[in-house]
């Protein structure tokens, strides 16, 4: 790190330190990325949500008790996105310029592609991945009344084959 | 977005979307921001609280059970400045760089008025109004048992008029 | 304070404090409310956002280029509601068990109420004007594009007359 | 909702409400759980994270640069489940008494099993899904590096088969 | 755990789980408290910062330039303790019911003692401990224009001797 | 601040506005960074507990029955510097670089050292200190039960000698 206005470490109450044992090994840290230079950075990530065709019906209907799934479950996303840097203890903060969250429904299940895009010092497919499985327990959570079956259980939901898609990053320093 | 160290979306599980039914209208989605030239932007927004001419005495006076109203309505609304992000879901964070509040008393009302600066890509009008609410939230809540009238309601307290009063931009490009 | 296991507070580093300024005027400090009973408790608050006509009318057509106006903000104010212990200094924090919101629209304004219930020991009605006031900034965020002039100014925009307009409670130790 | 002291919502500004327009069709609203009563939950769900060898093998040697896998995700995973109520909008906020996390790991992927216990009013499914998808966001977050391949994407990392295994409810008012 | 309405857990993906690696040892868990009582608990915790006679002179004459120290930190104190449950990661979220605060000054310290009760299944001292740093720390943030020497140091402030005074317990099941 | 677009402040609701008391002595307010250079900071901070011998042996073996101490204390430390924003009231929002975790053991105390690395506009010592005396918390919630005397309480843990060790800054603009 930089000389400067340096402050010495002569505080007086270390100087028995050498004696100390010092734990380090297999310590959990974050990433320097104090030198990495500010980069546009894109990543998509997608999953998908198993669901009875019960589920799926009330999803297009726009007739789940709990109201309006998609909508709900898209603000759930965009939110885990911006608060990733809590989430997952070793990420950074970065600046989240753009978040898209598309949805797409077939008979059996939903699928949520989420693409977010930063100008920071690191990748943000951490964020892309907390938007799809956030917002695919969002759409849990919207229609587990209906999913549940006579013994309270949830047979057919899952989340499944979530994972990154794309990445892309392109120098801001041209 | 950029080309560069893209990853192709062939990850296989995808093979059958093209029969998906696409579900994007009236879709929440933040604004990209990702374009903008960063610029050293500031908003000011200003409201009332209509108090109790009580309420109002024992706040010049410094007389109210729960402590200093207005040292805590100022915490509060520069807590809520920099919580703007998680509080409106599809704001960005920001950088703020400076927050100031001012408070003025008349006999029948208090306002706020709060300046936030910022030199991020977007504007800081919501984070200037969310520090306004709840800071009056704040003094409402300091004083609501000088306001509680004898069938536990509040007659008088009301907030009003809260708007964005002044908002200015200059580029950071010059 | 009860009896117990009490440990006693000779701790040794205290003994000169007799000597110390205490400082207490004006703290700010939560109620005590732990000899309060557990009541079912409801408030309710309303407010309205004076809006261009043409901001309605977009809204009534769900024709807002940031998404579903209404459905952001429903869970901006049910997300305030929630956070209230944090956003309001003294609050504490209180199970929440129902939050009802209610938009309604007329020509120049959209009026929202908050209906908040809680089984704590203390009221919510901080907890419905939370909800009430950052749902209403939900809306103006949505539709600022909308209400923008040729100055960029938010002329007619504004949050007017929230106020708590119910509150009840009833003991849960009959 | 109970009588008592009810503050009569005349309060003045509304009387006009009978001309508005009530939007209220697909409401999200939060489930009231005010006349449940207090049992004791239990909810366990799982799932599984594909890797590749190389790094099942690096957090078998807990060898991975970015520090100890599994420490920082038990803890990311209940972390999520003690946040589920702000990550999931109309989830509410209950009180969690246990969290249980088990990672097993064969030559292929490691899967999660977290088991949440409460004393509320409604079950804690949500929280013990967003404590598994959340642990194995982390794990991905660390082993990432080992995972990335000569086009900076990640072929076989993939969450799978998340599902909840068990719930159980016990009644508390025996 | 009790009986009930179990869901039996053969959802099928799990059949080879007996050729898995159990990966338990030493695994960070929250202590399961749904089997305690709820009791009324308190804790008290004090700690001192160090500072230059400059400082305190500024704190007693209200004239330090950042605003108004003690009514900062006081807020500072009792949010963080509102907020234990998510900063100490195995920490519950336990019911706060109260919160007390106190400051004095001698010469060249600053303490602060933090009281906090509750009616919860465990105790609160992590909540007083987290107050009371929290609340010095603040105090430092306030002073350090202050305490900073010619090298941009701070010789002086220190935080020493943060400890548990008091602990009770009182049974609410009599 | 800067002309451009202004918005003029017109809005009429303030036309009685001189008359009003002005509330402004002793106001907290964040110092406006709006101009300061990006730099290149880092700031250290240290601090000790002190603790029985039984404790400091059984974080040595690995011997706490409620997990990995130091692994937990990690990350406690890194999340308490990346929330030192919302902690402390007047901090800004800066964007963490870098944190490193340093902990050593001796016979009677832990002490830990937490380096912070900012590209910010302003210093990161709070951040260290937060880091620091959250990381410390963490550890005394790990061995409390190990400390706990026969009275309930804990005669020997306490938080000594925290305090900035060394600070740097170096201009990013050469």
């Known amino acids: 790190m930089p000389e400067g206005d340096d402050v010495a470490d002569d505080s007086g109450s270390d100087g028995s330190r050498d004696d100390l044992t010092h734990v380090e090994d297999g310590a959990a840290s974050m990433v320097d990325v104090g030198d990495k230079p500010e980069s546009a950075r894109r990543a998509v990530a997608r999953g998908r949500l198993a669901l009875s065709p019960a589920s799926v019906a009330a999803i297009r209907a726009d007739d789940v008790e709990k109201g309006d799934v998609l909508a709900t479950a898209r603000i759930g996303a965009i939110q885990a996105v911006k608060h990733t840097w809590e989430t997952i203890p070793l990420c950074h903060q970065i600046p989240i ?51 549940k079956d006579g013994d309270g259980g949830y047979p057919t939901a899952a989340i499944e084959d979530v994972r990154v898609v794309e990445k892309t990053k392109r120098s801001l320093e041209d």
Chains 1, 2, 3, 4, 5, 6 share one sequence.
């Open 97 to 147: 310029t753009n978040v898209d969250t598309e949805f797409a429904l077939d008979d059996d299940a939903l699928s949520l592609t989420v693409a977010v895009e930063t100008t920071g010092q690191t990748g943000c497919e951490m964020e892309a991945l907390e938007g799809v499985t956030t917002g695919l327990n969002v759409v849990f959570d919207m229609v587990k009344a209906v999913e």
